[in-house]
């Protein structure tokens, strides 16, 4: 990923941010800094659940192993929430105040995820088996739900002048995630030469950028933006969406598994559209049509099916196309964040989250 790399550090010079040492300490110190916020506030969430679905909830973030014992797990990066306290900060607010904002889009992220890993089968999540394998689909779907509603209830009790707006606009948020991973379902259904890449770039703005657009507006909300800074924020959050769906597809294709948590090679060997995908299926090469002939047919088995299909994407130029588009998505966020907020500096804390999920190569 070293194009891809380089071009993010130029956009990051050329945008004066102090980048520090480039290692992504900055994006660190965030993250970290905004789990230590919001873990308290989604842990008293969850405890308020009734004990079979708070039982099932604690163990898909990690606080408790499937017989209910402890456990110091990984919750997740909290990229999301990190993102509402940073855009509070840009625009000059106390991030404390939207503590609970943060976590209301954590939970929906979670409900999300409980949610595609019972649609996609996916057995393993940060390291561990998924919740429905261990507690069944319904449990999964429940907690889910359940999940969602308390997000909802985070700020519906919020006495925040800005919670209102953001309950109204987490909730179509919400509409526009399963709008979105309606859409990536039917695009699975079709053959592998009819799917075109804008119809898979607009289902992962809808599945992935929309909720981290939704985290920008919300913490441009708390902090008393103008509806122009609320939208800049939104669209900034959106196009780095875009980017880390790129990158997390080329991770899903090509990533260590040991960083992941997840199988290698599982979107391939599963026949998934992702994105680099759809672009080599597009690129009008040999390896292309071979790539076709291999997805129209059953699904992966051996490891050698997989490492020729990464071949033949790679080889059709569907990685380097991911990488790139990225990129370009990168710039275009700048773009919109400096909209709202031209300060480099004041606009530091959402450029290093920005950085952190399209420089990762794992």
């Given at each position: ?23 992504g ?64 900060r ?65 700020l ?8 209102p ?59 008393g933006?103008?509806?122009?800074e ?23 294709i ?29 690129s ?8 076709a ?33 990225a ?11 400096a ?24």
């Amino acid at each position: 990923m070293t194009d891809t790399t380089t071009d993010l550090a130029g956009m990051a010079e050329r945008a004066a941010w102090p980048r520090g040492s480039g290692d992504g300490h900055e994006a660190a110190e965030v993250l970290a800094a905004a789990r230590a916020c919001v873990d308290p506030e989604l842990r008293r969430a969850i405890d308020s659940l009734p004990g079979s679905l708070r039982r099932v909830a604690r163990y898909h973030f990690g606080w408790e192993h499937a017989d209910g014992s402890p456990a110091a797990g990984n919750a997740g990066k909290a990229i999301r929430p990190a993102l509402v306290l940073a855009a509070v900060r840009a625009l000059g607010g106390e991030p404390a105040v939207a503590v609970r904002a943060a976590a209301a889009v954590e939970l929906v992220h979670n409900f999300t995820l409980l949610h595609d890993d019972v649609i996609d089968r996916d057995t393993t999540r940060r390291h561990r088996p998924t919740a429905w394998t261990v507690f069944g689909d319904a449990d999964a779907i429940l907690v889910g739900d359940a999940l969602q509603a308390l997000g909802q209830r985070l700020l519906a009790e919020d006495p925040h002048p800005g919670a209102p707006a953001a309950a109204a606009r987490l909730a179509r948020c919400v509409v526009e995630l399963c709008a979105g991973q309606q859409a990536d379902l039917a695009l699975e259904r079709r053959g592998p030469e009819e799917v075109t890449l804008d119809e898979c770039l607009a289902m992962a703005e809808a599945k992935t950028g929309a909720l981290l657009g939704c985290a920008c507006a919300l913490g441009a909300l708390y902090a008393g933006g103008t509806p122009e800074e609320v939208d800049a924020l939104d669209g900034f959050g959106r196009e780095a969406g875009l980017a880390f769906q790129l990158i997390d597809d080329v991770i899903g294709i090509w990533g260590d598994p040991g960083h992941t948590g997840k199988p290698a090679g599982a979107d391939l060997a599963a026949r998934k559209k992702s994105l680099p995908v759809v672009a080599a299926l597009a690129s009008a090469t040999p390896a292309a049509t071979e790539l076709a002939g291999l997805y129209g047919g059953p699904p992966a088995e051996s490891e050698a099916e997989l490492e020729r299909a990464a071949h033949l994407v790679e080889r059709a130029g569907g990685r380097d196309w991911a990488q790139v588009h990225a990129a370009d998505r990168m710039s275009r966020a700048v773009g919109q964040l400096a909209r709202a907020v031209p300060d480099p500096e004041a606009a530091g804390g959402l450029l290093a989250l920005a950085e952190f999920v399209t420089r990762r190569t794992h």
